[in-house]
């Protein structure tokens, strides 16, 4: 053939070629599956029989890779329009589409030319062409990087996505939805705006590249930014192909909140995938994540109409100069609307004033009454107590006129309930299992193991004893299970210190009152061993009291303040500022709440195992004593020979006794001031390396400590 007719021939195959056809004279390779989805998506390699003149050759050559790019990105955009790949991929083909439909008119104007234009050769194809082989060639490379993020370029072995784990799959059965899938590595959503925004950064310093990606990212982020607007504005996720940033659990619902302990609905219901958040809401992601929680508590309690139409106010594309503003002013009403909600619809702070009467004891009238009319029954074993009867007694002595209780418009939602574990045991258990972090903020350890519940199997109901409290739906989310487990310890604590100074009490009644104790023995001995006993009696009394006080007035009360001046303060102040600043929100109010509760447990000891273990061995040595005291009241009795007379006039003295009792009351002196001496110590050393409020306590107890000679008019209530 001559020149002209290899030109000829050539420009004719080359237009079947840039639609994605074999030409006569131009050829796909061997290794071209077109029947494989693999390797259409990776696009087809030509070439050219041998023959053609070396000029025309390399011209040819250099055109084949638009025609290769055609059919790639051709077939990318037909995979990539299937269901599963979201509706991001698809407005992303849909921009293709266009531009492929481009590429096909501009095919056919060049079909004319060549009909009809007799100049028309290959170097004027070749010039046409140029601007749209760029335009392909971007296509493709944004094809192929999205391709490879699917991982549909590699082998079958590796489409499996760690991060998509067995949760999800159970998630897609619960929805009724197909589980097949779930598990796959699929680039959709924010990933693939994520791969466009990039690689427009990387092209920046090309025009027709920039504009190309721009027109691309502003179509593609069409669906996403309707899915955000409905997040942000109405607290819905609108995600059935789960592309959007905020991935939904619709399994965990706000019901879940009256029975478990992980506040799962408030931190699992809606949480963010954090490999498919565009980069141009990584500045906003927690505020976009929070704006759509906070809309959901308020539509849910009917607190706000949130169904008003926001089209014409909101941007519908990333390139739109309202964006940030979008998400920040959203965010802003969000959480004014749920801080309204909680401070003054739900009444929030009288709330956590009837929680502090209830769990701190703070007015504590109805408490001594309730444990007075009890008693009889919380001195059995905690099995065998009739919570029933507690529960009514309780509801009589909240109804008291002139109590505290009864002006309280909550008091319906306590209840009594016993906990089969001691104190100490659970404590223990948390600490160890490391359900408290290392501040003390975090119960992640509702119930404690097998293994300490069968340590505390005879525990009495005092030390079972606990209440329970009903917090409706949205309180609910700042007084969670979690939360309120951290009222129960406090509870738990300040009632075993209660309990325990009652007992030290009425062992100085009994010291008071008993003949045995009153009477002034010519043995001096006896008299030496009666004043023993009582200076330890005043020590520990001493002990428990001032333990009491420092949790009470020196912990609690101050630490009360101070979370109460912050939520007067959220109430006092507007939440928006000027501008849409957000002054004051719902989570930094959750977590003032969290940090207050959890400083509280520290500063009480009642987060660090050593102490925790010392300071339940000094109350244990105090609580045997205390018990101990109407048997010592009896062999005193036997040991004092004045005493040791029988009505018909014959002696029961026992001189040895007096040696048992003196050896009794050394063990318990000796375990007191030692362990007392051990938390000390602790003490001392942790106010210096950890928590400086020790130092009050250590000067407290110290009284208790050097106490050992002290007379019995220093005695409290003596």
Known sequence: MTLDAQEAAIIQDLLFIFMGFEGQYVRYTDAYQPLEEKSRLAGPQFRVLPGLDPSLRDLTISMLRMATHYAAVEAFVEVQSREEFGAVNHALCAAMRKLLKDYLILIAQLEHQMLTNQSFTLHVLNLHTKPTSHMMFQLYSLAHEILKENSMLEDDDDDLDESDDFENILESLREGRDAGNVGRKVCKGGSVLRLITKRLATMSGDPAARTLLTTLLRESSRPYMAMLNEWLHHGNVRDPHSEFLIKEQKSIRREGLEQDYTDEYWEKRYTIRLEDVPPQLESVKDKVLLAGKYLNVVRECGGVDVSRDMDDQVPHTFDDVRFLDNANSAYAFANSSLLTLLLTTHALPARLRSLKHYFFLDRSDFFSYFLELGHSELKKPAKSVNIGKLQSLLDIVLRQPGSVAAEDPFKEDVKVVMNEVGLTGWLMQVVNVKGLDADGGSITSYTPAASVIGDDKDISGFDALTFDYAVPFPLS??????????????????????????????????????????????????????????????????????????????????????????????????????????????????????????????????????????????????????????????????????????????????????????????????????????????????????????????????????????????????
């Open 477 to 718: 989310l700042v007084v969670s299970r979690v939360t309120l487990t951290r009222y129960q310890l406090l509870f738990r604590y300040i009632l075993s210190l209660r309990h325990l100074e009652q007992l030290l009490v009425s062992s100085w009644i009994d010291h008071s009152k008993v003949t045995s104790w009153r009477h002034k023995s010519s043995d001096r001995r006896i008299e030496d061993w009666k004043r023993r006993a009582w200076c330890l009696r005043s020590r520990m009394l001493c002990f428990v009291q001032q333990l009491l006080y420092f949790c009470t007035n020196e912990v609690i009360e101050p630490n009360w303040t101070a979370f109460m001046t912050r939520l007067s303060e959220a109430e006092a102040l507007e939440s928006v500022a000027e501008g849409g600043k957000v002054k004051r929100t719902v989570d930094e109010l959750m977590q003032d709440h969290v940090d207050f509760l959890a400083t509280c447990l520290k500063e009480c000891m009642l987060t660090n195992s050593k102490l925790l273990r010392i300071n339940s061995k000094v109350m244990a040595t105090c609580t045997m004593f205390a018990n101990y005291t109407a048997s010592l009241s009896r062999n005193l009795a036997v040991s004092d020979p004045d005493l040791a007379k029988t009505e018909a006039g014959k002696t029961e003295h026992d001189p040895h006794r007096l040696e048992k009792l003196d050896d009794n009351l050394k063990r318990f002196e000796d375990n007191f001031t030692r362990h007392l001496k051990i938390l000390l110590d602790a003490l001392n050393y942790l106010a210096a390396t950890e928590t400086v409020v020790f130092l009050g306590l250590c000067a407290r107890l110290s009284m208790a400590n050097e106490g050992i000679s002290a007379p019995p008019s220093s005695v409290p209530y003596g």
